[in-house]
């Protein structure tokens, strides 16, 4: 049976990301309010989810994930330990653990739960318009039935790619996990220019927030190597070829690669402090 007309969900810290993980499954219809469930510490939030989306709302993170075919675990990093602790009895061998926790490796999941059916992901922030991009990959345990439910899960918050190296995540995290940060501070940098040059702040805003998305579609439609395209507006002498100039003299790409380096650096620190928090004690 599908996946998308049968799998019952569990998400356990319902925040942000993980409400736009819920309002895609019941947009997509991959799964019935009824089979989905999720935890949240403060009342006025389970309340809130409740009356939005209809779904089951639980203070008790263990009570929630019984029954459920796929665990979707979307807390803070420094809660992560805590929460694996309250759920991993409650677990049984045919359900998956998907975690969208920054630098939460499979091992660090594997181990804090007891449990080896367990999936690593890294969606964006476009995810909470479905327009994200997911990368993830599943431990060896992981069933082709649990991998089709994270994928389908996945899948309610845009684009998603199963890579087979673990390590591809940890560089997603920095590449486009981190990439909407990047892109924010350019838009910003470039509003403030035209703010510069005399346009009212809104005016500004819009024309840069339609530059982005419009060359963002064009790039994406087009079978050209993004340099090409750069080539094909850069005329001899004009007013694009002067702004390049200027971006070179600053460092733009080194500066944008050092940034996305600083964000696999961190990416790899926060995976190991996880890891060292659940690793079991030495004899």
Aim: proline fraction near 5%; aromatic fraction near 4%; glycine fraction near 8%.
């Amino acid at each position: 049976m599908s996946p998308r007309r049968s799998m019952r969900v569990a998400i356990v810290g319902a925040g942000v990301m993980a409400e736009a993980m819920i309002a895609g499954l019941l947009a997509d219809r991959a799964v019935a309010p009824a089979q989905l469930v999720a935890s949240h510490p403060r009342r006025d939030r389970r309340e809130m989810l409740a009356e939005r989306h209809g779904i089951t709302v639980m203070a008790s993170n263990a009570e929630a994930v019984h029954e459920a075919e796929i665990v979707v675990l979307a807390v803070k990093p420094q809660m992560l330990g805590r929460v694996m602790r309250e759920i991993a009895p409650a677990l049984t061998d045919a359900q998956a653990v998907l975690s969208i926790v920054a630098g939460a490796t499979l091992r660090t999941l594997a181990v804090g739960l007891g449990h080896a059916a367990v999936v690593r992901s890294m969606p964006n922030t476009p995810a909470q318009i479905r327009r994200g991009i997911t990368v993830w990959t599943a431990a060896a345990a992981c069933t082709s039935r649990q991998r089709e439910l994270a994928r389908a899960v996945l899948g309610a918050l845009g684009t998603q790619h199963e890579v087979d190296d673990e390590e591809f995540v940890a560089m997603a995290t920095a590449l486009s996990g981190t990439g909407p940060t990047y892109l924010f501070a350019v838009m910003e940098a470039l509003i403030d220019a035209g703010v510069h040059t005399g346009f009212p702040r809104e005016l500004a805003h819009d024309l840069v927030v339609a530059t982005l998305v419009g060359s963002a579609e064009y790039a994406a439609q087009s079978d050209l190597h993004p340099a090409q395209l750069r080539n094909a507006v850069t005329s001899p002498g004009g007013t694009s070829a002067a702004a390049i100039y200027e971006l070179e003299k600053g460092r733009l790409r080194t500066v944008l690669s050092d940034a996305v380096w600083a964000a696999y650096r961190r990416t790899l620190e926060l995976g190991a402090q996880l890891e060292e928090q659940t690793s079991p004690p030495e004899e």
